[in-house]
């Protein structure tokens, strides 16, 4: 196996990355390296709302295009990330809620033509879009955010719905963290499939992000909490995919963040329906990690300098099993 493309090939699965959109104009050996590994792409913020209309009724695509275009010309396939969030919503769409100059029926229209512009801009070209990301909370409730409040919980089939209508072949993914072990978050999300498939609505896909850490224990269970999704008739992906920890680097470290990278790549070749391993970021010169949790990094697979980490090596010995 001589990288992750063949990798990806001879397992067939696909493997991605998130994109940073700005390094991706502006690096040369990233873009290099995006391109020659990876066969997947996920705009890292590019796609989110507060991106891509930044002013009412203002679109800003040229990020967004970037990435596609990028991923036209290198044969990767792209997830749209992400229609609904709770996170990263335009400043004129959270202020007039909260100011009331934005009432529920409006808010609902918003919402729709958000859904009908971005997956329309973009039909034929995104393979799977992330519909509605991290809606249910840790506790296993349906998640607080402006949509829910107003536009109360049918809003899930409606985004589905008008997803659906406007790009007939993209996969329709539901999208969060913790669902590889919290018992409570997975309950609550195989209930919310049964119901939306209950309603006849169009939903294919259980998005697992995977931000994982060394200082936590493995989540054991993943590949069987996979399977329950599958189970239902979804694709599985494991969508954002990184191991962090508490710096600074050892190489002991780094041989348990290597056998996590290949321990949830095998736990998703192991499932049939999961058909996509994508990375948060392939290089720590490069990742959300440091800017969070402080006192922790490291957590891709290629460190600062794009050099292959124990890491790498690991998820290309890693075999369907
Ligand atoms: O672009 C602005 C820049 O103009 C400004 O000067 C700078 C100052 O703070 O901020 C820049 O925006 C940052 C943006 O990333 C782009 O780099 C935001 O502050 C920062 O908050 C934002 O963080 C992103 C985060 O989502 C926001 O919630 C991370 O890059 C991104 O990796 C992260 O991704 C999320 C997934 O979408 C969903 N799952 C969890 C995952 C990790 O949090």
Known sequence: VRDLRDLARKNG?????????????????????????????????????ESVEPER?????????????????????????????????????????????????????????????????????????????????????????????????????DAFRWARQADPRAKLYLNDYNVEWNQGKIDRYLALVKELQAQRVPIDGMGFQGHLGIQYDYPAGWADVMRSFADLGLEIAVTEMDVRMVLPVTPEKLATQAEYYSRALADCLSVKACREFTVWGFTDRHSWVPGWFEGEGAACILDEDLRPKPAYHALLATRRR
Request: net charge neutral.
């Open 13 to 49: 699965i696909r493997i991605g990355s998130a994109v940073d959109a700005a390094v991706l104009r502006s690096e040369a050996d990233y873009r290099r390296v995006l391109n020659r590994e990876f066969t997947h792409l996920t705009a890292e913020n590019a796609m989110k709302w």
């Open 57 to 157: 009724g203002v679109f800003t695509w040229d990020d967004a295009d970037a990435v596609v275009e990028n991923a036209r010309r290198n044969g990767q396939q792209v997830r749209g990330h992400t229609l609904i969030w709770h996170n990263q919503l335009p400043a004129w769409l959270t202020s007039g809620v909260a100011d009331g100059s934005i009432g529920p029926a409006e808010l609902r229209t918003i919402l729709r033509d958000h859904i009908r512009t971005q997956v329309g801009r973009y039909k034929g070209k995104i393979r799977a879009w992330d519909v509605a990301n991290e809606v249910v909370d840790d506790e296993g409730n349906l998640r607080q955010s402006i949509w829910l409040e107003h536009l109360g919980p049918g809003y899930l089939a």
